[in-house]
Nanobody
Framework: QVQLVESGGGLVQAGGSLRLSCAAS????????MGWFRQAPGKEREFVAA????????YYADSVKGRFTISRDNAKNTVSLRMNSLKPEDTAVYCC?????????????????WGQGTQVTVSS
C-alpha cells in the first residue's frame, strides 16, 4: 500500500503560480510512475501530467503543456507540480496518483493509489 498526501493548493490570481507537492509513504520501495489529475466542479477527472520512476520522462496534457512542470525526488518520496501562468480554467481539485505497473501513462485506470486532493482556485 502507498499513501499519498497533496499540499500546496490555494487561491491565486490569473497569471500567478503555485507549486503542488505530493508526499508518498508506505511501500515506496517499488518503482511507481506518478501522475497528477484534476477535477473541476461538474466535470470529469482529467489527466494533467505524468512522470516515470527515474524522472527522465514526462508527459503533459495539451492544456497545460509549457505552463506546468512535473518533477520528483525519489530520495524524499515526493512529486511536485509547478504551475505557472495559471488561468481560471485551471481551477479544480488536484490529485496525485501512483501506478505500479506502468512506466508512464495518462490513463487514470492505470493508477493504483490516489491522494485526497488539494484545491486550486484561480481568480480572474
Amino acid at each position: 500500500q502507498v499513501q499519498l498526501v497533496e499540499s500546496g493548493g490555494g487561491l491565486v490570481q490569473a497569471g500567478g503560480s503555485l507549486r503542488l507537492s505530493c508526499a508518498a509513504s508506505g511501500r515506496t520501495d517499488s518503482t511507481y510512475a506518478m501522475g497528477w489529475f484534476r477535477q473541476a466542479p461538474g466535470k470529469e477527472r482529467e489527466f494533467v501530467a505524468a512522470i516515470n520512476w527515474s524522472g527522465g520522462s514526462t508527459y503533459y496534457a495539451d492544456s497545460v503543456k509549457g505552463r506546468f512542470t512535473i518533477s520528483r525526488d525519489n530520495a524524499k518520496n515526493t512529486v511536485s507540480l509547478r504551475m505557472n501562468s495559471l488561468k481560471p480554467e485551471d481551477t479544480a481539485v488536484y490529485c496525485c496518483a501512483a501506478a505500479r505497473y506502468s512506466s508512464l501513462t495518462y490513463s487514470s485506470t492505470q493508477y493504483d493509489y490516489w491522494g485526497q486532493g488539494t484545491q486550486v482556485t484561480v481568480s480572474s
